[in-house]
């Protein structure tokens, strides 16, 4: 069993708490819970598909620390973060008696997370929470930083909040029973972050060993968990609530890909999927707009396709993309704002004029049809 790492994150307003990372994460769980929390009860929150695993050893560890542990299930998918499932969460909390010494435990992916955190947040206007990330996705981006939110028909995390886990136990043991779309979700918020991270030495690094992370290799799993975590943690360190403009990298290949999400209905393109769209999009945009050398477009082509994110046969009408983006929480005084980059280590936010976006998607939609027609017809997502 290789030995826990440990990220300390301390924000501006004095919140702090730790990252654990490692093969046996979840094993220091009893001890780090009864250290951080006085209290009686807490709330495992889990998905249909994790909690019969890992939810179950959550609460286990949790008793064993001498909480009063409740657990619940929620559906798997995108369609879960919603007002209405928040609402019965709130509800079920409630009647479990909780105060605001209890706390909440999230169990699972990036959908759990983010709607455990909502209602924590949002329950006697805020009790603590802990997360324990199982996807690859989770445990580098999501878990990290406090976003908490659900969706609307109009677009995806428009209602939400920024509270803080008081601690993050990612075992990587838990990636061991993930799914290829999980897997990829994970490699594209990875890739993202190798693009924007301070040091190029960091997209070297994902570039010379992405083979042995598509092979599942564990240390090397470990290390980029690891990497990736600490950078995320570094951002939200300087700019918590995405206020100050250094959270903004984080959002690089996030404007198309919200709308390709929302476009194909949610659950019908993973996350991961539409983030690689988005960055390859805004690659070629910032060749346009910042002058970036074309080599960065070819570097991020081939490092998607290498991370098992290929491009993607699926088309919507440009207007209607244009229309999400518009829509989104990016978007500025009727603006469209797009992290694109000077060079690899180098990114810059724009407002780019809608005459330029609209090129770039008709040009992008042109080539998603010739990618579909030799696809047989059929886009991403039909049967």
């Known amino acids: 069993m290789s030995r826990d790492r440990i990220i300390h994150v301390a924000l ?47 609460k286990k560890r949790l008793e064993e620390a001498g909480f009063e542990v409740y657990d619940l299930l929620v559906p798997p998918g995108e369609n879960s973060k919603s007002v209405e499932l928040a609402n019965e969460l709130w509800e079920a909390v409630a009647r479990y008696g909780f105060t605001r010494d209890d706390f909440i435990v999230a169990c699972g992916g990036g959908v759990v997370g983010d709607l455990a955190g909502f209602v924590a947040s949002t329950y006697m206007r805020g009790i603590d929470f802990i997360q324990v990330p199982t996807t690859l996705l989770a445990m580098v981006d999501s878990s990290i930083g406090g976003k908490t939110g659900v969706n609307l028909q109009a677009g995806k995390n428009l209602v939400g909040t920024f509270h803080q886990p008081i601690f993050v136990c990612s ?12 897997w990829a979700n994970g490699f594209a918020e990875i890739a993202k972050s190798s693009f ?145 980059l000077e060079d690899i280590a180098k990114w810059k936010l724009v407002s780019v004029p809608d005459d330029v976006i609209m090129e770039h998607l008709g040009a992008w939609c042109a080539a998603k049809e010739r990618l579909i027609e030799q696809n047989g017809g059929k886009m991403w997502g039909q049967a």
């Open 12 to 58: 501006p307003s004095g919140h702090v708490y730790d990252i654990r990372i490692g093969s046996g994460a979840l094993s220091a769980l009893s001890s780090t819970a009864r250290d951080l929390k006085e209290c009686k009860r807490a709330l495992v929150i889990s998905d249909e598909n994790v909690g019969p695993a890992y939810g179950k050893l959550v």
């Open 171 to 182: 075992d990587i043991r838990c990636l061991k029973t993930l799914l290829d779309e999980d």
């Open 196 to 340: 924007v991270a301070p040091r190029r030495s960091f997209f070297e690094w994902l570039r010379d060993n992405a083979d042995g992370l598509v092979s599942h290799d564990t240390e090397l799993l470990e290390e980029i968990v690891y990497m990736t975590a600490e950078f995320k943690a570094s951002v939200v360190s300087a700019d918590s609530t995405e206020s100050a403009g250094v959270r903004e990298c984080l959002n690089y290949g996030h404007t198309l890909a919200h709308a390709i999400e929302n476009a194909a209905g949610y659950g019908t393109i993973a996350h991961g999927r539409a983030v690689a769209e988005g960055m390859r999009f805004a690659a070629r945009l910032s060749v346009e707009v910042l002058g970036c050398d074309v080599s960065v477009v070819k570097a991020t082509d081939v490092l998607l396709d290498r991370l098992g994110l290929p491009e993607l046969p699926w088309v919507a009408p440009a207007e209607r993309l244009f229309n999400l983006m518009k829509g989104d929480k990016k978007c500025r005084g009727g603006q469209i704002r797009f992290v694109l």
